[in-house]
Each structure stands twice: as C-alpha cells, then as structure tokens.
C-alpha cells in the first residue's frame, strides 16, 4: 500500500456535498474518491501540457502554421465536432 499524506482543503459546500454523496452511493471513503479524481485530473493535465510541448518543438523545428493554414485547421475541427455532435444527437 502506497504511503499517505495528510491535506487539509476546503471546498464549495456544494461540490463537498457532492463529494460525500457519490461516495456514499459508491460504498467508498471520501479519500478514495478525491485521490482517484485528482490522479485523474493530474493524468490529463500531464497530456496536455506534453501535447502543447511537442506541438511547440514541432512548429519550432518546421514553421508555425500561416493564417490559411489555422484557419483550415479551425474549420477541419469544427467539421469534426459538429460531425461529432450530430451522432451524439440521433443516438
């Protein structure tokens, strides 16, 4: 079993009524499910920040996109989650 550390926070009541309630339906400690969400949230934040890295070094090495170019991009996304919405939408 990992070591433990002891934190004091605070909370919105809200979110810390929230925090309580899905414990308690999932039969688990409040500790339990903040450390799972925090890994969570640290994981992805991790990925983000390694992504915006390499997208960094990348543009470093071979240019940065010109205006057509982002603009291409922003359309090639919004094509994309638009597409994305419309299948959540008629499923």
Same mark, same amino acid.
């Given at each position: @079993?990992?070591?433990?550390?002891?934190?004091?926070?605070?909370?919105?009541?809200?979110l810390?009524?929230?925090v309580?309630q899905?414990?308690?339906?999932e039969?688990?400690?409040?500790?339990?499910?903040?450390?799972?969400? %925090?890994?969570q949230?640290?994981?992805?934040?991790?990925?983000?920040?390694e992504? %915006?890295?390499? @997208?960094d070094?990348?543009f470093?090495?071979?240019?940065?996109?010109?205006?057509?170019?982002?603009a291409?991009?922003?359309?090639?996304?919004d094509? %994309?989650?638009?597409?994305?919405?419309r299948?959540?939408?008629?499923a």
């Amino acid at each position: @079993m990992a070591e433990k550390v002891k934190f004091s926070v605070s909370l919105d009541a809200e979110l810390g009524t929230a925090v309580r309630q899905y414990a308690a339906a999932e039969d688990e400690q409040i500790s339990a499910v903040i450390s799972r969400a %925090l890994e969570q949230y640290l994981d992805k934040r991790r990925i983000v920040r390694e992504g %915006l890295r390499a @997208m960094d070094e990348y543009f470093d090495e071979h240019g940065w996109p010109t205006p057509d170019e982002q603009a291409e991009a922003r359309a090639w996304v919004d094509d %994309l989650f638009a597409e994305e919405h419309r299948e959540q939408r008629s499923a």
